[in-house]
């Protein structure tokens, strides 16, 4: 293949592998590059590949650093000329005005391709994520609330969500004009075609509602048609790319599908910068199973953050000659969020925390398999690791997450085994399997 299907770029690090995962567990060739500076080293690989990933950071930065980071990788993408374009996006909309715009994305995509495509479909059903009539809505503790209901999204402390009708939520980010595709629109004759070309060809951008993975199914379908027209951004989470995956491989006889069990490892070293409640829980579970969680205070990162690598290294090692696993945490209670650090130079500090000490931990030896657990975090530790990408080893049902392997030439860091962790994926055993593999019985 000399052109790939899909190319995307993830505004974070743990939803990107999530992404380029869907495709591969439809039997997709795919590889996550870390950084645009070589493009000529993505442009070699792509020929082989179906499916290409950008990571990014662009959830935890300012309009004006979206642009820095972002204009590079549409570019990457616009050489690539793959059949279809993503803006890989949370499912549960992290952006404001301020902070991981997605309007400002869209707004530097209708520059680059003028009257271009924008059909947005955070849904993700499996997951727990639907849109009806353009709200988004969450699966919370076992009821369906609107995303601006949700404690963790209402409060989050850099992007809080407080209009759940998309269309709303966007207008503080783009003077682009919105439309939608909604359900009553999919019992029409077309399916809803005719209501998104006509809302394209006025160039709006299009919400397109999905509530259970038949509908997914559907809209993804239009929005692959839609490509074929014009040139197409769909912003969008992984409901799409699993929804993608099965409609372009629904009649493919030859399929390598990710497999779903991997063993375990001695030792795990995690490393959070989440601050979720669903982490704190997983840390307490870890906690309990005999690991060690260790705090990593972001204000003294913020001071010396090599000083505070090299403290925790020591540490961790101890507890590792020991025979304990060990986490590095950020956040344990409300009370460790600290509202008033700016997002992206907390994120960056504790990014180089993580990216430090697991270099030295593997360069010694010592280090085989670790979990990067938060977004902004783990994005900004893969970066300054020293990978140059990841490729994706096996899919664990049971938890949702996926077992990867770093790409890094000349690196001790090559080959080292990641989980990406978003601050909602996972039960409260996430991190006790990953250290025990998959044939760990009671999850």
Known sequence: MTRPLVAFYGDDFTGSTENLAQFCRHGFRGRLFFSTAAPETIFDMATELDVVGLAGTARGLTPSAITAEVEPALAVIESIAPRLMQFKICSTFDSSPTVGSIGHVMELARRRWPGCALPVMPATPDFGRYTAFSHLFTRYQGEICRLDQHPGMAHHPSTPMNEADLRRHLASQTTIASAAVTLLDYRQAGGGWETLWSAVESERFVVLDVTNQSELQHAAELILRLAEHRPTLAVAAQGLADAVG??????TVERHPLPTTYQGVARLLVLSGSCSP????????????GGCVLPLKPEEAMRDAPGVARRLSRQVMAMFSEGRDVAVATTRSDTDVIAELSTERLATVV??????????????????RAVFAGGDTSSQALRQLGADALELVAFDEAQGGHLCRLVATDSPVDGLEVVLKGGQIGGEELLVRVKRGTAYPNT
């Open 246 to 251: 099965r409609s372009l491989t629904r009649d």
């Open 278 to 289: 669903q982490t704190r829980m997983q840390l307490a579970h870890f906690e309990s199973q």
């Open 351 to 368: 990014g180089e925390v993580f990216a430090r000490l697991a270099r030295e931990l593997r360069e010694a030896g010592n280090l085989h």
